[in-house]
């Protein structure tokens, strides 16, 4: 991906709502972003918010769904982060620019099964999108 995509993903990443507050303990996490990437070393959750931001500037729909998808089952992604006063959610990569294609994430609770079924569902109503269940070829 081009340096100015990258630029822009990053940019609504560091993009908070007026007076959000990052928990403490992962404000400077976040911070080491941009850090990483001009230091060439990505790691695996940045790799990933930096290609889904890239796919839904490109038109393409991004959705996951499972336990613990807006967090990371290890606390890594980060999709979804939480007002540390009040509670209240906010996803970076929903609003990267106006234009930009929808960016979803969904958690469930522990069932492979349920998750799959549903994304399937999914898949077969909107093929352009790509679900965490499966991706079609089809891109707008």
Do not use: N
């Amino acid at each position: 991906m081009s340096r100015d995509r990258i630029e822009a993903v990053l940019e609504g990443l560091e993009r908070l709502p007026e007076a959000f507050e990052v928990h403490p303990k992962l404000a400077g996490q976040l911070a080491r972003r941009r850090q990483r990437v001009e230091a060439g070393k990505i790691d695996w959750a940045l790799a990933e918010s930096l290609a889904f931001g890239t796919l839904v500037l490109e038109g393409t729909r991004v959705r996951l769904s499972g336990e613990d998808s807006g967090r990371g089952t290890f606390s890594q992604r980060h999709a979804v982060l939480h007002d540390y006063r009040t509670g209240l959610p906010h996803v970076p990569l929903a609003g990267l620019r106006d234009d930009q294609a929808p960016f979803h994430v969904h958690d469930s609770l522990l069932s492979e099964f349920a998750v799959l079924g549903f994304e399937y569902g999914y898949s077969i109503g909107c093929p352009q999108a790509w679900c965490s269940g499966r991706r079609s070829s089809a891109t707008s």
